[in-house]
């Protein structure tokens, strides 16, 4: 079961990063990351061709609100995006009418393979536990994108089943759905 969620000014704070509602201001630091090719196209779509391409997106981003800019403290720059979105497929029988959302990342290929969208996901379980009224929390990502697989298993999410998923990208693909259930988080 869906329900209303806005970032609304909302900031996540960790160790190494700041999560944040995005800035018109963001948009070379996303074109940079979203450009690249394979970083798009391990979340399901494809990597930006122009910054015009990247400042449409980036204002549907604004106009949603559900979506964190991930922000690297170190360096102050936008290295990837966190969504929390409705679940746009049916969940299985037993959690139907549970308030649910789904978790959806990317992040800067120079930033990859040092635990910090484990760090973003984290920071962003237990805010959605903690101050909204999600009981299920849902990620999925392709059966070829060990890295966002083993991103989800680290932050504690189980797996749940294999599906074909509808891509921006042409055709669907065979997905792994991977479930957080509030009661078994470490919130």
């Not at 204002?59 to 746009?88: M, Y």
């Not at 680290?154 to 921006?168: H, L």
Request: proline share 3%; glycine share 6%; hydrophobic share 40%.
């Amino acid at each position: 079961m869906d329900f209303d969620f806005a970032i609304r000014g909302t900031v996540i704070e960790t160790r190494r990063l700041t999560l944040r509602h995005w800035l018109l201001s963001d948009l070379e630091d996303f074109y940079h990351y979203a450009s690249v090719p394979g970083v798009g196209e391990m979340a399901g779509w494809a990597h930006h061709e122009s910054l015009d391409q990247s400042r449409v997106i980036l204002e549907q981003f604004i106009r949603d609100d559900n979506i964190f800019a991930v922000v690297h403290k170190v360096d102050g720059k936008v290295i990837g995006s966190l969504g929390v979105h409705s679940v746009p497929h049916d969940l299985p029988k037993f959690c139907r009418e549970c308030p649910a959302k789904e978790i959806g990342y990317a992040l800067s290929k120079a930033y990859w393979g040092n635990g910090l969208m484990v760090e973003a996901v984290l920071a962003v379980n237990s805010f959605l536990f903690r101050e909204t009224q999600a009981t299920i929390l849902i990620c999925v990502c392709s059966v070829t994108n060990q890295q966002s697989r083993r991103v989800i298993e680290k932050a504690g999410y189980t797996y749940a089943r294999t599906f074909q998923r509808k891509r921006d990208l042409p055709g669907p693909e065979d997905s792994f759905e991977y479930m957080l259930k509030k009661e078994e988080s470490t919130v």
